[in-house]
């Protein structure tokens, strides 16, 4: 029974990531590395202009909850396009070419890491009560700093 | 109230991740990440949690210090 749950499943998975892999062919016709390379540095400026924002009108100020929303949508569509990218790059191979162009799967794999700690720092579904016994460890180590 | 050294470490090493660019940027993301799941081992927390439980803090701590805006290039 588990098994045919399993076999189900998969079967079910790899048919919904096929027109995810369909949506990257057809984004990324070139197989060129020197495009995907382009690709991934045109990303890496949009996550740049995004934190400038994020930094104007989510930390200088007090962001609204139209501001929230902006956010979480922009940040949802970088880690999307950003695995894309890797995922397709990982595909075409060839890692001391793509290191010839300045490109790092451990780099962009870390510059994606820290998008997805951004995301749960403002969008995190932790529990209230949760999160604040966490900030009462904090402080209290705040008020060790203070003591001594 | 003086902040702890290690939460200090967390928000500068944040601060990094997030807007450090040219060469070196990189590895200052990595740092982070490395600090983050130590801190998280020391709290017995998750990432994700961790990084709820800072924000509003790590907010404060950059108005406090007068950063300035990123660069984007």
């Known amino acids: 029974m588990e098994e045919q749950m399993t076999m189900r499943l998969e079967g079910v998975s790899a048919s919904e990531w096929d027109w995810v892999r369909r949506l990257i062919a057809d984004v990324q016709e070139q197989e060129r590395h020197e495009h995907l390379v382009a690709l991934w540095a045109q990303w890496r400026i949009a996550v740049r202009f995004f934190r400038q924002a994020e930094f104007i009108l989510m930390r200088q100020k007090q962001p609204g909850a139209v501001d929230f929303k902006f956010h979480r949508a922009c940040l949802t569509g970088l880690i999307s396009i950003g695995e894309f990218l890797l995922l397709h790059i990982a595909e075409s191979g060839d890692r001391e070419e793509l290191s010839r162009l300045g490109f790092s799967g451990e780099n962009a794999e870390a510059a994606l890491a820290t998008l997805r700690s951004n995301w749960d720092e403002w969008h995190g579904e932790s529990s209230p009560d949760r999160i604040r016994s966490i900030q009462q460890k904090l402080l209290e180590l705040n008020g060790e700093a203070q003591a001594h | ?73």
């Not at chain 2, 990595?30 to 927390?45: G, M, N, Q, S, T």
């Open chain 2, 1 to 73: 109230m003086a902040r702890h050294k290690l939460i200090e470490e967390l928000h500068a090493a944040w601060y990094d991740a997030l807007w450090a660019t040219g060469e070196g940027a990189d590895d200052k993301r990595k740092a982070h990440l490395i600090l983050r799941d130590e801190a998280c081992r020391l709290f017995d927390c998750s990432p994700s949690e961790l990084q709820q439980a800072l924000r509003g803090d790590f907010s404060k701590w950059c108005r406090e210090k007068a950063l300035p805006k990123p660069p984007q290039s």
